[in-house]
């Protein structure tokens, strides 16, 4: 059985958020999401070439409250436990009762977890796929671990798992 994912989205903020994103797009895979009034990341304006919504707030919890909504289940990725955006995260799709499965690559390797990561979206039945975890600032190297864990995940579906 292979998963039936179709869509990837994302706030659009720097670091776990902009790698899922550029991995979609790289690999010609769905993309989308919300975003803050403005286009707003801690980097300045998100680039239009990311096909995400705006909110009509520039209030960061609106969008990830507004993301958990609209997707199936939540990835987070991290490195070792949650604070900030990424926990609210967590809390918001809690309270949704909405599948969300927390990968701290402090505690597994990248094949583990691109493994726990496909057999989590076949039992979840995820369609939409929202992927979070922390900002460019607070983790340099999260970018480039989301962006080989979202790469391997479509370069998998491509090939049928």
């Known amino acids: 059985m292979k998963p039936i994912l179709k869509k990837i989205v994302s706030g659009g903020q720097t670091g776990a958020d902009r790698a899922a994103l550029d991995a979609a797009i790289e690999h010609g895979f769905a993309h989308g ?10 980097d300045g304006p998100l680039p239009e070439k990311y096909a995400l ?7 960061y919890r609106k969008r990830t409250r507004q993301n958990v909504i609209d997707s199936d289940g939540t990835l987070i990725v991290s490195h070792g436990g949650l604070t900030g955006g990424s926990l609210l995260t967590l809390v918001e799709a809690k309270k949704m009762g909405s599948p969300c499965l927390h990968l701290d690559l402090e505690q597994v390797n990248g094949s583990e977890a691109l493994s726990l990561l496909v057999a989590w979206l076949i039992e979840n039945s995820i369609k939409t796929l929202n992927v979070a975890g922390p900002r460019a600032s607070s983790d340099p190297v999260i970018y480039q671990q989301v962006y ?14």
Not at 33 to 42: A, N, S, V
Not at 53 to 59: C, H, K, L, R, V
Not at 148 to 161: A, C, Q, Y
């Open 148 to 161: 080989l864990l979202v790469s391997g995940l479509l370069v998998e579906l491509k090939g049928g798992i």
């Open 53 to 59: 919504q705006e909110m009509t707030s520039p209030d």
């Open 33 to 42: 999401g919300w975003l803050p009034k403005g286009r707003k990341t801690e």
